[in-house]
């Protein structure tokens, strides 16, 4: 089964919708990570859960909040979201230690367009 | 403030050699990660350099100076296949992944 995967592919909301996006990693990893990518800029880290701590982003907006019920699952869920949040949303996971970091292993994203 | 820079886009020819790179000012140094995303995909790990020197693997080798706050990717032997995007991202002093924006390579026959 493929390592990290993300429901559903493609979303298209209205301003005064609510969803959510979920992500599953079925590798093993105790950290998970929201990211959104838009085109020609860096990947923004939106969420981290990390050995059972969430670390948040504050320039994050609260029409976004995360939700990570245990190690294997992750959602973002949305609400009155604006055109400028559409974007690919990716979600990743990764082993972390005490001494080192280890790669990331990315969803194959969520494309979301607000109407 | 925390940096990443690297060229947006970059044209090569296929069976030559590219070389990416890439700078950073970041708050600590714990690592440099490259990662290659092919368009409408995920970004896919590709190297990764604590130590500075050189990293190979293949076709794809990635150096670091910590020193020059500066690290490379050298493709060789390019192939149509590895046009794509390609990440690089730093993990600072707090273990976070800082990242650029990307390089776009296009591969022309």
């Known amino acids: 089964e493929t390592g990290v995967t993300q429901t559903p592919r493609h979303l298209v909301m209205g301003m005064t919708n609510k969803k959510s996006l979920k992500c599953e990693q079925h590798l093993g990893h105790n950290a998970m990570y929201w990211y959104k990518q838009s085109a020609k800029k860096p990947l923004e880290l939106m969420f981290v859960y990390s050995l059972e701590e969430r670390v948040e982003n504050n320039s994050v907006p609260s029409r976004f909040s995360p939700e990570c019920p245990n190690s294997s699952h992750l959602f973002l869920h949305l609400h009155t979201l604006q055109p400028e949040d559409s974007a690919l949303y990716l979600c990743?996971?990764?082993?972390?230690?005490?001494?080192?970091?280890?790669?990331?292993?990315f969803g194959p994203g969520t494309r979301l367009t607000v109407t | 403030g925390q940096n990443i820079d690297q060229p947006t886009e970059m044209t090569a020819t296929e069976g030559a050699i590219v070389q990416i790179n890439c700078t950073y000012q970041?708050?600590?140094?714990?690592?440099l990660f490259w990662y290659q995303q092919h368009a409408g995909e995920a970004p896919t790990f590709l190297s990764y350099n604590v130590l500075d020197g050189l990293e190979e693997k293949g076709r794809f080798s990635s150096f670091l100076s910590r020193s020059k706050g500066y690290s490379y990717l050298l493709l060789k032997e390019l192939q149509m296949k590895d046009s794509a995007s390609y990440l690089c991202?730093?993990?600072?002093?707090?273990?976070?992944?800082?990242w650029g924006a990307g390089t776009k390579l296009i591969i022309k026959p």
């Open positions: 990743a996971s990764s082993q972390e230690g005490q001494e080192r970091s280890y790669e990331q292993y």
């Open positions: 991202a730093v993990r600072d002093s707090n273990y976070q992944l800082i």
């Open positions: 970041t708050s600590g140094f714990n690592g």
